[in-house]
């Protein structure tokens, strides 16, 4: 039994960790179990028992496997709606679905083992304490899931402080990357505390006290940062957008092109409310037309569109776009896309955005070029083609704002429609990054674009979160995007097919009337009770970049060097070395 015990450590660490996300238990409740974040405060101690448990591990084998079961316990815990979801958007069987998320926790558990080997070996090497290893190791392995296979970052530990302002506010220098490792640091110091107490050893006062002063710090930090940009925001120019959600069921989008009149009835009316309202933009979720468009299309503006001419507001819509061409045997074969089109009040195309970075098994197969039988695997899908460029999409304001009913800024303390605020259009054409869906969770693709030119004033992230069904992924895909305004200063404007819409503030706070109604269930059928949505908000358009958008992951990548140039110094001629000199500079210190 005390064999299992660090194991046991380990994964009671995981599963508390796993609390620290946004969580909805299965069969249990469709909402977010705590929307208010409290449960954050769990990442701060969840990982001590694997720390405790790590650090009497006898060897970097042991330490791995210690990793995997507290990584294999996170994981299962944090993206168990991944089976699902390859069910409902990818056409999986649920045996494959099911075998498919075994397969992708092991993998994401793989680098909880590696960097519980990697810091096991290092510590014991060169002599260094846990809470100085831990935190470059866990950011190295941590960026490595970023780009590893196509990458899928999901539930970084960073994440977990999503909903804690004043300690978000860090991603706006070092990235997520940076609240990961004060978190992990954190954790090991406190683990370091622990077994000094119990081996009755001197505690680790410095390391206790520079830690705490650092939180400290990032703490006033961020409080002072939310103040800062909250103010800014409300002095910028703003825009009135409307975000509708059209609640339509994963099964009757799955064959849209039957249920066109049910589906635009679902998105033109609020559209046109949000027009008669004042609006400058309304936007549409990802993928939300109901029918095929040419890659090419310049106009909606006729009868089988299904569009109404608008008074003010450009549509930021989204649709399948679809391209015959000719396979290899002469086979008519389709190219398919995934875009946001900025449409004009007059139905024009001004310009069209194309998804970055696809969705593995639910828009294109992986490997299918050297594994051709993989393809087999989803019969059903037709793969996308990604987009090759980042384009910032533009359109021109009215010259006053249409009268309408006031709307209360989206920003504290910032004027309303109506109110004394400088005419919309003394601020040029406003310019949007549609970060379409997965997009968002690649914070090296919000870089890109706020390094772009033109230079983006607004964030779009258009989703359909139909296909997580009733679990945790919509909150923690919002948990994420509300990092990507951070890190960016910008406001993130959030449509959904179905599940939770909501327009982000700079700051990363939600603004007032988040329309979090849940996701629908794909196997039920439309509820006529459950219409679409339409959230309201004065948005504010700012520019100039975050430290993190100007040097981008550079606090990653210099952990992941640090941490490398440590594992090289583990080799035994150097690991003597680093050990004698250590000791020289503790003597000379004395």
């Known amino acids: 039994m005390t064999r299992l015990v660090p194991y046991l450590l380990a994964i009671a660490s995981g599963l508390a960790l796993a609390l620290a996300l946004p969580l909805v238990v299965p069969f249990l409740s469709i909402r977010e179990v705590d929307p208010a974040g409290r449960l954050e405060l769990l990442a701060w101690v969840a990982l001590v028992p694997a720390f405790v448990a790590l650090r009497r591990a006898r060897g970097a084998w042991q330490a791995a496997r210690l990793g995997l079961a507290g990584g294999l316990a996170y994981f299962f815990a944090a993206i168990y709606w991944v089976s699902h979801a390859m069910t409902a958007f990818g056409g999986l069987s649920l ?6 998320l075994s397969l992708l926790v092991l993998y994401m558990a793989a680098h909880w083992a590696a960097a519980f080997a990697v810091a096991q070996r290092i510590r014991a090497r060169l ?5 100085a290893v831990l935190p470059p190791v866990w950011v190295a392995f941590e960026l490595s899931r970023n780009y590893l296979f196509s990458g899928f ?17 860090l991603a ?44 400290a710090a990032v703490v006033a930090g961020g409080a002072l940062r939310v103040r800062a940009v909250r103010a800014e925001a409300a002095a910028a120019p703003s825009i009135t957008v409307g975000v509708v959600q059209p609640n339509v069921d994963q099964s009757v989008k799955n064959a849209a092109r039957n249920h066109r009149a049910q589906i635009l009835a679902r998105l033109v009316p609020p559209t046109l409310e949000a027009d008669r309202a004042g609006a400058d933009l309304v936007a549409w979720p990802e ?35 679809v391209e015959w061409t000719r396979g290899a045997n002469g086979e008519r074969v389709p190219r398919v896309g995934n875009a946001q089109f900025m449409v004009s009040p007059g139905r024009q195309v001004l310009g069209k955005y194309l998804k970055h970075h696809l969705v593995p098994f639910g828009e294109y197969v992986p490997l299918q070029r050297w594994l051709p039988f993989v393809g087999h695997l989803v019969p059903s899908l037709a793969p996308a083609e990604p987009g090759r ?22 920003v504290p303390g910032a ?24 997009d968002a969770i690649f914070p090296e693709i919000n870089v890109a674009f706020a390094r772009g030119e033109p230079e983006p004033e607004l964030l779009v992230n258009p989703t359909n979160d139909a296909w997580y069904g009733y679990s945790s992924g919509p909150y923690q895909f919002l948990a994420i995007v509300r990092m990507r305004a951070v890190e960016a200063r910008r406001a993130v404007v959030r449509p959904a097919y179905a599940g939770v819409s909501a327009v982000i503030l700079p700051t990363g706070e939600l603004a007032p009337g988040a329309l979090d109604v849940g996701p629908v269930d794909p196997d039920l059928a ?59 500079g503790r003597s000379a210190a004395a």
Request: net charge positive.
């Open 415 to 438: 004027p309303a429609v109506g109110d004394d605020a400088p005419p919309p259009a003394a601020a040029g054409p406003v310019r949007v990054a549609p970060m379409i869906c997965y």
């Open 287 to 321: 993928a939300a037309y109901p029918l095929y468009v040419a890659p090419d299309v310049r106009s909606f503006a006729t009868p089988a569109a299904g569009l109404p001419p608008l008074e003010r507001a450009h549509v930021l819509l989204g649709a399948t776009t």
């Open 526 to 584: 439309p509820d006529p009770q459950e219409p679409a949505r339409l959230l309201l908000a004065r948005v504010p358009r700012l520019r100039g970049r975050t430290l993190y958008t100007t040097v981008g992951d550079l606090f990653a990548w210099a952990s992941a060097l640090v941490a490398a140039a440590a594992l090289a110094a583990t080799h035994p001629a150097l690991a003597r070395r680093v050990r004698r000199e250590g000791r020289d």
């Open 95 to 100: 045996a494959f679905s099911v075998f498919a």
């Open 389 to 410: 460029e980042l384009t910032v999409l533009e359109f021109p304001l009215a010259a006053a704002p249409a009268a309408g009913p006031a709307l209360a800024s989206a």
């Open 172 to 215: 706006a220098a070092t990235g997520v990357y940076g609240i990961a490792a004060l978190v992990v640091l954190v954790n090991a110091v406190l683990a370091e505390a622990l077994e000094a107490r119990r081996e009755r050893r001197p505690l680790p006062r410095r390391a206790l006290a520079g830690t705490a002063a650092l939180v």
């Open 153 to 169: 970052p999901w539930a970084n530990v960073g994440y977990t402080q999503a909903r804690t302002p004043v300690v978000a506010q």
């Open 127 to 131: 002599g260094w304490p846990a809470w």
